[in-house]
């Protein structure tokens, strides 16, 4: 139920449960890791089967536990680590604990016709440890407890003047301008690359003198 297809530097994992919603078991989320940390180019593109995304964990499995498991932090972890631009290509709805793999990717674009929630409260679960920060980072508190606290469900366009979602792109075209998003990036040096993702996430480059360092006159 994920497929993994490298081309020219990119990987592109796809989430095929499409009768299911996308949804994510145990299972699938080892083989996410897996595909994810084994990342052998220059860029990895994360997308999904069918009109959703991901409708987050396997209502059966979360009752039995996967709702809490480490697996879900694990993955955003190799995500966010990952020396690759990741590019998030939401062909539909993002829900729940899918919500951390994306919120860990470098850059998100998404069809029109997408929507954004993360019920776990309603559930009676907390999100996973780093998924509040993360949204906090790209939407903002007030936003962020929108979705967490206030249970709102956000659309697409609402999601792009939020930060959340970088750009919109009608359904056949959206594959396309995710594998145009990582050229500049596969065709990289990889030092170069991970040195730029790097000081993205605040991480202290040798060699690159720091923002506030005193500079020449």
Not at 43 to 51: F, N, V, Y
Not at 166 to 189: F, H, K, Q, T
Not at 199 to 204: K, N, S, Y
Request: one cysteine or more; hydrophobic letters at 50%.
């Amino acid at each position: 139920m994920i497929h993994v297809s490298d081309e020219g530097g990119l990987r592109t994992i796809t989430i095929a449960r499409p009768d299911k919603a996308n949804s994510l078991t145990s299972e699938m989320l080892e083989a996410l890791i897996e595909a994810v940390e084994e990342a052998p180019g220059g860029a990895l593109m994360i997308t999904g089967e069918g009109k959703v995304f991901s409708a987050g964990a396997d209502l059966d499995e979360a009752k039995a536990g996967l709702a809490t498991s480490p697996l879900w932090e694990r993955l955003s972890h190799a995500v966010a680590e990952s020396d690759a631009l990741t590019v998030a290509a939401l062909n539909g709805t993002l829900a729940g604990g899918a919500f951390g793999m994306v919120l860990a990717c470098d850059l998100r674009i998404a069809v029109p016709g997408a929507k954004f929630f993360y019920p776990v409260m309603q559930l009676g679960y907390l999100p996973q440890p780093s998924d509040p920060a993360r949204l906090t980072a790209l939407v903002g508190r007030g936003r962020a407890r929108m979705i967490l606290l206030a249970a709102q469900k956000i659309a697409a366009d609402e999601a792009v003047a939020w930060g959340l979602v970088d750009r919109l792109v009608e359904p056949e075209s959206l594959i396309g301008e995710a594998a145009a998003l990582c050229e500049a990036a596969i065709a990289a040096e990889p030092k170069t690359r991970a040195g730029i993702k790097a000081m993205c996430r605040g991480v202290t480059v040798p060699g690159v003198i720091s923002a506030d360092a005193d500079l020449p006159s």
